[in-house]
């Protein structure tokens, strides 16, 4: 420890002022990569925490619930069942559901005096709260989060409900984020649309009961009508819906510690190059190689540290602002209201990262001190022997390359489901793997380019020549920074438009009337039961279909659960056989979309077993259509069945189809003036267009940090051209001597960068290619859509910026290359 302590004050404080741009890119590569992990962590952090505090919360002492096999719950009468089960001391019904009100979408809780034995967060409410419930026309507690004041009225559907009070306190605030009503249970199944049905039971224990054998005799009572779980299974039951934001953003994370790795392994190397003469003066008086590679290693851990500490502060903020970015479509699953959290292990984890990927990426850099003899390192940079690469080591890279990227092609084919994203980070490995190995043909092409531009190219074409291991690093920076914004670009791209495609019968309708904003799943509050009524009499209105959505269990997750009718225009029947879709409108089977079906391993003419209030129901799968639904799985059932089996009536969704020739706003403002607070009107292209923002908005966070990271890769390209005129200020000081002008040395510099420029770009833009063509194929398992390949046109701007950023990167090193001293140059080592 003491050896590292001196090397860091003695070479380490040196270096680090001697080169600090270069150290500075190393300390911002490091800084973005841990800044996206601590993100991500928090992202995922708040939800799961947010999920499973609101379950602490109202659980209070239960150990079981009894919770609805679909958003419509179950009869009540299961209660009767469960009254004077052995084992039980409090079996708490109530009412968890989301309705429209007045101040916006609410989380609904209803409660009866059972409830106050939970010993829950809101028992303590309740007790000195009930009398005054109870006397009271339709009132309610607000949380301190509503926005209303004791004594005022608030809109429930389409009920006008008195405000009893508003909990006032911290404990209170912490619940959903304060965004609550609770009302008795009886008021809360009218204003949910639920009469004489209940959302779930909290089972309480007697002292001393068996937990185990008290669930048994609880599913035995309830007979399949519901399930029963523990009561933190809602926020396991949500997993799903949330799952590919947690993969994105994760598979993103990885990305960027790849490309973060290749900039740290050639900061490390051209270090390693500018100290060889330090490095060597040390060994001839006796320092050990295994010494001197320790301090390489123990210097970028530092510098990772650094990094990693300055990235998680970076982090805790691009958390915070992701959380308010989240897609509503992907969240829909999620009762809870989701307040940032960052998790206590988030921070260490994302440091140990960073300093452990800094440190590998360095090792590969520093074993050249163990292959250069103290002799041969006073050798100038390139000059030596060993600064050549084997033959062996670029075979051995092709292979490497060949092997990703085949295992890559075949993950991303696979039906892997969320697995298959990684397939996106391995091409990126196999692309490196095969930069490395074409680094001499990468070189005499870019050498060939420059000397095309008249004498100054051949000088240039001739410094590049000499320095290989330079002018690949810079390279494969211009063309790793290319890639990476042409793989996000263009893939993100094509599965945007083709999962906005699955849509497309959205548009079909004239007007939509849903208690879902645009972008939303119709799985929203129920509208109210007139409204259907009201909108067909509008004018203009000739037709008016009402369609059904909820979400359902099967499985150990949450699936969307769609009711099919004849008019309905449903996107699980887009695209079926006629005498398919027939079939599913008379009842005879189920649709299910890919990623379900790929889930639960079923094919065509399976029979699938579905869990409803009514007990199992078994029918055969129709068809498995592509269909983009978050991850949750969706699932079409005929509208009859839907509603009995689960007890689900009303309506989420009116589409409303108008007389040829209507103004289509002028329709719909007159619909709106029908319509309850809290109700949507929209338009069927605005329904789509409201899809195609979610969509894009799940890029937002990728975007911003790749934003970043291709900066720094800008930054760093920058540094390593001006590295490279204060090595050569020497030959930049021969052809002064010799009588060439300051023009010809800042065209000879200019033309260096604009040849590694284009064929890095160039480089970037097929390495792009193939990025997104991979890229394509995984989405098309993550998203279960069919992702077709499409040329992005940008690519060639693209290409035109690494040019760009090399030029102009170009111009400083080559002006402090012109205006040097002839007689200083030539004095310089």
């Known amino acids: 420890m003491r050896a590292l302590f001196d090397w860091l004050r003695l070479f380490s404080a040196r270096e680090a002022v001697a080169a600090r741009g270069r150290m500075a890119a190393l300390v911002a590569v490091v800084a973005v990569s841990s800044a996206l992990l601590v993100a991500v962590f928090g992202v995922i952090g708040s939800i799961d925490s947010s999920a499973e505090r609101l379950a602490d919360q109202l659980a209070g002492k239960a150990a079981l619930e009894v919770t609805g096999i679909a958003d419509g719950g179950f009869s009540e009468d299961v209660l009767d069942s469960l009254n004077g089960l052995g084992g039980v001391s409090v079996g708490a019904p109530f009412v968890q559901t989301t309705v429209t009100s007045s101040a916006g979408d609410t989380l609904l809780l209803g409660a009866d005096p059972r409830s106050v034995r939970l010993d829950n967060a809101l028992s303590q409410a309740l007790s000195g709260k009930l009398a005054e419930l109870a006397s009271a026309r339709d009132g309610l507690l607000a949380g301190p989060g509503m926005g209303v004041v004791k004594g005022g009225q608030i809109r429930v559907g389409s009920t006008s409900a008195t405000v009893v009070d508003v909990l006032q306190g911290a404990d209170y605030s912490a619940i959903n984020g304060g965004r609550y009503l609770v009302s008795p249970l009886r008021l809360a199944q009218r204003l949910a649309g639920h009469e004489h049905v209940i959302d779930g039971v909290y089972i309480v224990p007697k002292a001393g009961a068996d937990v ?48 973060s790795g290749f900039l740290i392994y050639t900061a490390t190397g051209m270090s390693v190059a500018a100290r060889r003469r330090a490095l060597s003066a040390l060994r001839a008086i006796g320092a050990r190689p295994r010494r001197l590679v320790l301090g390489i290693l123990g210097e970028v851990a530092l510098y990772g540290l650094i990094g990693g500490l300055i990235g998680a502060v970076g982090g805790f903020f691009i958390g915070r602002w992701a959380i308010t970015r989240l897609p509503d479509t992907f969240m829909q699953t999620v009762t809870a209201r989701i307040e940032y959290h960052l998790p206590a292990w988030a921070v260490p984890v994302a440091l140990a990262v960073a300093v452990a990927a800094s440190v590998a990426a360095a090792a590969l850099a520093a074993r050249h001190v163990y292959r250069v003899s103290p002799v041969e390192a006073m050798a100038p940079v390139g000059a030596s022997s060993t600064d050549s690469v084997p033959t062996w080591t670029r075979v051995a890279a092709f292979l490497v390359f060949v092997l990703l990227a085949a295992a890559a092609f075949m993950v991303a084919t696979s039906e892997l489901g969320l697995l298959s994203d990684g397939a996106i980070s391995m091409m990126f490995g196999a692309l490196l793997a095969l930069g490395f190995a074409m680094g001499p043909l990468l070189i005499r092409v870019c050498a060939a380019v420059a000397g095309a531009f008249g004498p100054a190219g051949v000088v240039s074409g001739s410094a590049l020549s000499r320095a290989p291991g330079r002018v690949w690093a810079t390279m494969m920076t211009v063309a790793i920074a290319v890639a990476a914004t042409l793989a996000i670009s263009g893939g993100g791209g094509n599965a945007v438009r083709s999962a906005l495609k699955t849509f497309a019968p959205y548009e079909h309708s004239d007007i939509w009337v849903s208690t879902s904003r645009p972008g939303l799943f119709p799985t929203g509050p129920l509208l109210p039961s007139t409204l259907h009524d009201q909108v067909a009499s509008a004018a203009g209105v000739t037709a008016v279909v009402g369609g059904l959505a909820s979400y359902a269990m099967v499985g150990d997750s949450k699936v969307m659960l769609y009711g099919l009718s004849r008019d309905d225009g449903n996107p699980l029947l887009a695209g079926v056989p006629e005498a398919v879709r027939q079939q599913a409108l008379a009842g005879d089977g189920v649709v299910l979309s890919r990623d379900l079906a790929q889930r639960l391993k079923l094919r065509v003419g399976d029979t699938f077993t579905l869990h409803t209030a009514q007990g199992d129901k078994s029918l055969p799968v129709l068809a498995a259509v592509p269909f983009f639904s978050g991850l949750t799985g969706a699932l079409g059932l005929e509208l009859g069945l839907l509603r009995s089996w689960f007890h689900r009536g009303g309506e989420t969704t009116l589409q409303v189809s108008l007389a040829p020739g209507t103004d289509l706003e002028a329709a719909a403002a007159a619909i709106r003036q029908l319509v309850p607070q809290g109700v949507h ?91 997104q063509y991979v890229s394509d194929f995984a989405s098309s398992q993550v998203w279960a859509v069919d992702v077709r390949f499409e040329f992005v046109p940008i690519a060639f701007l693209l290409a035109l910026g690494g040019l760009a950023v090399c030029v102009v990167g170009s111009v400083p090193p080559a002006l402090t290359a012109s205006r040097g001293s002839v007689v200083e140059a030539v004095s310089a080592e």
Do not use: C, H
């Open 212 to 259: 185990e054998q008290l669930r048994s005799a609880v599913t035995a009572a309830v007979g399949g009508r519901a399930l029963v779980v523990d009561p933190q299974a809602r926020s396991a039951q949500s997993a799903m819906g949330v799952n590919l934001v947690r993969f994105v953003a994760l598979s993103s994370g990885a990305i960027t510690f790849v490309v």
């Open 681 to 771: 009107v929209y338009s069927g292209r605005q329904a789509v267009d409201g899809y195609g923002l979610v969509l894009r908005q799940a890029f937002d966070l990728n975007n911003v940090l790749w934003m970043i990271v291709v900066v720094i890769a800008a930054i760093a390209l920058l540094n390593m051209l001006m590295l490279s005129v204060l090595e050569r200020r020497r030959e930049f000081g021969v052809l002064g001597a010799i009588g060439a002008s300051r023009r010809f040395v800042l065209k000879t510099v200019l033309i260096e960068g604009a040849a590694i420029g284009l064929t890095g770009g160039v480089l970037g833009v097929l390495f792009g290619l193939a990025e």
